[in-house]
């Protein structure tokens, strides 16, 4: 439904982070994928069970806005992503 591919790269370091609001049966569920880009990724969820789209559109945000605060920015990848 909805998703955001964010990078960072400062000195040494180049990363991305990937979240994505997924609908399943009984809601919606706020997944991200992070780590060296390039690099295995590691993968986890913001909802433990399904919930509202409100809330996980409320989750889905604070994250992005989380993530940007820190120097992500959306950006191009230099590898797909699924």
Do not use: C
């Not at 982070?17 to 994928?33: D, P, S, T």
């Not at 409320?58 to 950006?75: F, M, N, S, V």
Request: proline share 1%; glycine share 10%; net charge positive.
């Amino acid at each position: 439904m909805k998703n955001s591919s964010l990078f960072f790269r400062e000195g040494s370091s180049d990363k991305e982070y990937h979240i994505q609001l997924v609908e399943v049966a009984g809601g919606f569920v706020v997944n991200f994928q992070y780590g060296r880009r390039g690099g295995t990724l590691k993968a986890g969820t913001k909802t433990l069970v399904p919930v509202s789209l409100r809330s996980a559109e409320q989750i889905y945000d604070k994250l992005y806005q989380e993530e940007t605060r820190k120097g992500y920015a959306e950006g191009e990848s230099k590898q797909s992503f699924q």
